[in-house]
């Protein structure tokens, strides 16, 4: 009787020490986010790049950030995947059609544990028809039920190459191909007598090129939809006004700073461009700022807005031009403000590769 006794007892305390281990457990995994990254290529696709394959992977069981359990039976508050397994997921149904941000490997379940089924490249379309509480997303896969991760999806169309929206240009228009975009335009090159086009608002007043000016829209509305507002200061501006500002600029350093006409119009012509050699002129160039900030030359690259384009404006075919580094190039001071409309195909290889647009051109003299 007395090692009956002592064996329940030794049961109880067994029993008890399981429950306060699996009390610790699940305490640690909600202690903190812990949630499955997609296994994507480490370096971005630019339009002239192919994935072949899915990048190589590592996987870690503590990602998926839930405990499953053999013993939980499905309800109407989980999700099960194609072999009727218990994943524990709240299952919210949607109907959308979203486009992948990067490359994207699509995989039988919700975690990076699962076998890939195929990849999503920058750009491709994906009807998702359900968003799972893990940040997952349940999509139709060619027919297949299979499941991406949803921090690479987003509602707003990618543009690519292959989607590209060129001008309806006739002879006479100057852009007639994508190429036509990376024209140079600075103290040396300056527009043609003839340069003429026809432009498009962006924002209130302001105007591009209308090709320019149909990605900038896409780029607002982007930013928007992430919670940032993005205000213009300046876009499209004729020549005439180009020369208005110039000379203004000139005599105000005359008047205010007491500098002789030759000092004046060299401290201009760091800061402003000539008349004709503005990329504002060109109706290719836009300067943005924060949306209740209307100081642009102070602490902008501090700023999400900032950070925003940094992230995102070559996807809709823009560049910072005048980096810090480049001003013996370029002949401006560093503007984190200014951005150059290049085009879709070119803008993500020029920011890569860290030159300006005179070095990418190989016209630096």
Not at 167 to 186: A, G, T
Not at 256 to 263: H, I, L, N, V
């Amino acid at each position: 009787m007395k090692r009956l006794v002592a064996a329940t007892v030794a049961v109880m305390l067994l029993i008890s020490l399981v429950g306060c281990s699996n009390e610790a457990n699940d305490e640690i995994l909600s202690s903190g986010d812990i949630t499955a990254d997609p296994i994507v290529a480490e370096e971005p696709v630019t339009s002239e790049e192919e994935v072949t394959s899915a990048p190589e992977e590592t996987e870690i069981a503590e990602d998926t950030g839930s405990v499953e359990s053999d013993e939980e039976e499905p309800t109407d508050e989980t999700t099960s995947d194609a072999n009727g397994d218990a994943l524990g997921y709240e299952l919210t149904e949607v109907e959308l059609t979203m486009y992948a941000t990067d490359p994207l490997n699509v995989r039988e379940g919700p975690d990076a544990e699962y076998e890939a089924l195929g990849q999503l490249m920058v750009g491709d379309a994906v009807t998702v028809t359900g968003e799972l509480s893990n940040g997952w997303y349940r999509i139709d896969y060619d027919g297949t039920v299979a499941y991406v991760y949803g921090e690479y999806l987003r509602e707003e169309e990618v543009i690519t190459e292959d989607n590209y929206t060129d001008v309806e240009s006739d002879d006479e228009y100057y852009f007639q191909s994508e190429e036509d975009y990376l024209i140079l335009v600075n103290k040396t090159h300056l527009l043609p007598d003839d340069y003429k086009i026809e432009t498009d608002y962006v924002q209130g007043s302001y105007e591009m090129e209308k090709t320019a000016a149909y990605y900038c829209k896409l780029m607002i509305e982007a930013a928007a939809a992430d919670g940032i507002n993005l205000k213009v200061l300046s876009a499209y501006r004729t020549v005439a006004y180009q020369q208005k500002l110039f000379d203004r600029n000139v005599q105000s350093r005359m008047d205010d700073d007491g500098m002789t006409y030759e000092e004046a119009y060299a401290d201009t012509a760091i800061n402003i461009a000539p008349p004709g050699g503005s990329e504002h002129n060109a109706g290719l160039a836009v300067d943005i700022i924060t949306e209740n900030d209307w100081d642009t030359y102070t602490g902008f690259e501090d700023t999400e807005e900032f950070a925003w384009l940094q992230e995102h404006a070559a996807e809709y075919g823009f560049i910072m031009r005048y980096a810090s580094d480049k001003v013996d190039i370029t002949g401006f001071i560093y503007e984190p403000w200014h951005y150059r409309f290049v085009g879709v195909k070119y803008a993500a290889d020029i920011q890569a590769s860290g030159l300006c647009l005179e070095e990418y051109l190989g016209v630096t003299e």
